[in-house]
Nanobody, 113 residues
Framework: QVQLVESGGGLVQPGGSLRLSCTASGRIFSINDMGWYRQVSGKERELVASISTSGTTNYADSVKGRFTISRDNANTVYLQMNSLKPEDTAVYYC????????WGQGTLVTVSS
């Protein structure tokens, strides 16, 4: 089993930055791709960014050039979020693909003045 724990959410003003972290524990050797999703109440969860074990990244068009996903060689994935906009407000979830799909508990990001 793999468990994911996110941290780093909070309140930030428009134009500000936040860095989210997601640490995996358990059978981390079984993890393949990892990613960040976000969800606004009443809407479907959407992919923000993903990263493969080889470091290949993929971003939603809405965050390209502002967000950066990275991954250390062990068990942590990061999401650096710059130039934040009010529409980035959401609960952000860490995701990992192993033999199945694992989700973290989510961390709230609020972009507001």
């Amino acid at each position: 089993q793999v468990q994911l724990v996110e941290s780093g959410g909070g309140l930030v003003q428009p134009g500000g930055s936040l860095r989210l972290s997601c640490t995996a524990s358990g059978r981390i050797f079984s993890i393949n791709d990892m990613g960040w999703y976000r969800q606004v109440s009443g809407k479907e969860r959407e992919l923000v960014a993903s990263i493969s074990t080889s470091g290949t990244t993929n971003y939603a068009d809405s965050v390209k050039g502002r967000f950066t996903i990275s991954r250390d060689n062990a068990n942590t994935v990061y999401l650096q979020m710059n130039s934040l906009k009010p529409e980035d407000t959401a609960v952000y979830y860490c995701n990992a693909h192993t033999t199945g799909e694992v989700w973290g508990q989510g961390t709230l990001v609020t972009v507001s003045s």
